[in-house]
């Protein structure tokens, strides 16, 4: 244990390092779908996201699902997509009052330059003053009285709050109730997206807004988030804007009306567009969407020998690369393992491996043992930063040593269970125990995987 403990103590010295490599891997992916679909020249800064969202109203009627939706919009987001880790922003129930929200749009006018881009999800309520046919967002701490309207923020005033951002690109979703107020919807022809249409549509500033309803009430258990949801999940285009979600979301929803438009006085320029940028699609694979208005789902893209299955795209994937090493508790072997993971299906994963051991000492000399194996593993994921996970499989030893003086030979097969968590989505730390039916040895190993 001691010898372990060594080990890890000199390894965790090195975890500033392998974040730094996962940083930059992901800023490398972006880049790389970035130059593919919009031209090598082509300036990406960081994505922004700030997420408000009030189920606990302190006068209002409370709601069912608003935080959670929340939530599970930024885990997809920062699973399938580029987004700025360090650029997330979220203001749940007590957080969410006027005056923070407010100040939260004071720093990013402050923050934000001039490349980078600024998702914004609102979900609570909302309210129209039909006196003078304004909208409003109603913060966690905002009262009932119309006339009093304490602690409400207006649709103008968010729209000015946006107006005054330095980034080129702002998408804005609001599930709520009256939301269609804050939009400027247009009635000229969508374009035809394809790649001319993203390389001219991302290099002008825009301001765009999909909501949930137009000048209605819309439901406590929103229909319009499991759309949205649905659809972030099931793209596999490695471009995707809010006209495409539009296209998408409006033909799943029947209990209200999502409208696509873009803000007033905002400076939104005709053309310009907002895009995600897609973790899924293959590197070097060109964007291809349907065309606006048809019920087309987006279409699966060639995975140019990726291996990668339909099931694989799916929410908690776990495609990984990677190598680990550990110490056996049974005996001083120094075990390297080098390892490769696949996703067969949502919240599991296929692991494919081998062992390499070496070692000198005094009873064992000149020992070497290689040992494939597979282990099948259930995954709990934490919010798109790892998770814990454990599960089962097996493999085949074949190993050789001298031990007191006689040669060794094994050639064996053996189970194994295995524990471990996911930190970061880079660093692994695991426990394994295996046996080959006569003995038992376990073994901990700590190591970096880069996920993709």
């Not at 939706?69 to 997330?88: F, M, S, V, W």
């Not at 249409?197 to 258990?221: C, F, K, M, N, W």
Request: aromatic residues 14%; proline residues 4%.
């Amino acid at each position: 244990m001691k010898k372990t403990g060594v080990f890890l103590k000199s390894f965790l010295c090195f975890i500033p390092l392998f974040y730094g490599m996962g940083l930059f891997a992901q800023e490398r992916g972006l880049a790389v779908v970035a130059a593919d679909n919009l031209g090598q020249s082509a300036q990406i800064g960081k994505q922004y996201s700030l997420f408000i969202a009030i189920d606990a109203y302190r006068y209002w009627p409370v709601l069912k699902k608003p935080v959670a939706d929340a939530r599970e919009i930024r885990k997809i987001l920062e699973n399938d997509y580029y987004i700025y880790p360090e650029g997330i922003i979220e203001l749940y129930n007590q957080d969410a009052t006027k005056e923070k929200i407010i100040e939260t749009f004071e720093d990013l006018q402050k923050k934000l330059t001039v490349h980078d881009s600024l998702f914004i999800y609102y979900a609570g309520h909302g309210h129209l003053d039909e006196a003078s046919s304004q909208g409003f967002w109603i913060p966690v701490d905002g009262g009932t009285n119309r006339r009093a309207q304490e602690n409400w923020l207006p649709n103008n005033q968010i729209r000015g709050y946006i107006a005054g951002l330095k980034t080129i690109h702002v998408f804005l979703i609001s599930d709520a109730c009256f939301a269609g107020d804050i939009l400027n919807t247009t009635r000229a022809l969508m374009p035809q997206i394809d790649s001319a249409y993203y390389r001219r549509a991302y290099s002008l500033t825009s301001r765009q807004v999909l909501t949930s309803g137009s000048i209605e009430t819309v439901p406590d258990q929103s229909e319009f988030s499991e759309a949205l949801k649905n659809c972030l999940r099931k793209n596999t285009a490695p471009l995707l804007d809010p006209i495409g979600i539009y296209n998408d979301v409006r033909l799943s929803v029947k209990s209200t009306t999502p409208l696509y438009g873009t803000l007033n006085a905002a400076n939104h320029q005709d053309g310009a567009t907002f895009i995600f940028f897609s973790k899924q699609a293959s590197l070097g694979q060109a964007a291809y969407l349907p065309s606006p208005g048809s019920n087309q789902g987006p279409v699966t893209l060639p995975d140019k020998g990726s291996g990668r299955t339909k099931a694989a795209a799916e929410p908690s994937r776990l495609w990984t690369i990677g190598a680990s090493a550990g110490t056996s508790f049974a005996a001083p072997w120094v075990i390297g393992t080098f390892r490769g993971t696949i996703a067969p299906f949502k919240n599991s994963f296929l692991e494919i491996g081998f062992d390499l051991g070496l070692v000198s000492g005094e009873a064992a000399v000149g020992y070497y043992s290689l040992y494939p194996y597979a282990h099948y593993a259930f995954f709990k994921p934490f919010a798109g930063k790892g998770g814990w996970y454990v599960g089962a499989g097996g493999g085949f030893m074949k190993a050789e040593y001298d031990f007191s003086g006689k040669k060794v030979s094994l050639n064996i097969a053996a189970a194994d269970l295995t524990a471990g968590v996911n930190l970061l989505n880079m660093i692994d730390i695991s426990y394994t125990l295996r046996t080959d039916f006569a003995t038992v040895n376990n073994k901990i190993s700590v190591g970096y995987c880069y996920r993709f």
